[in-house]
């Protein structure tokens, strides 16, 4: 009987260690699961961006950067002509 007690033991240790693995197995299939879930949410949020970048209103940009533009030069244009000197502004 003592030969069939270690043998049930060895049985019972060696159905641990197969729970533990188990165990192991289940939290890294878990981590994979969460890490796809991860990804497919990363994945989502940089299709949206791309998508609000692409599909900005063309007529729209173009005419903000007209405006812009626009202001810059005469900007410029006013700055041309405040800083304008003569020839008696120089001899001055």
């Known amino acids: 009987m003592p030969m069939l007690e270690k043998q ?3 049985v019972a ?3 641990d260690s197969i729970l533990v693995q ?3 197995i289940g939290e890294r299939c878990q981590y ?3 890490l796809n879930d991860r990804m497919e949410l990363t ?3 940089l299709q ?3 998508m609000d970048i692409e599909s900005a209103d063309r007529a729209k940009s173009i005419t903000d950067f ?7 030069q005469a900007a410029l244009q006013m700055g041309s002509k405040i800083l304008q000197t003569s020839l008696l502004d120089f001899l001055r």
């Open 8 to 10: 049930l033991a060895k």
């Open 13 to 15: 240790e060696k159905g």
């Open 66 to 72: 007209k405006q812009a533009d626009m202001a810059y």
């Open 32 to 34: 994979v699961e969460f």
């Open 48 to 50: 949206k961006k791309q």
């Open 22 to 24: 188990v165990a192991g």
């Open 43 to 45: 994945t989502l949020n």
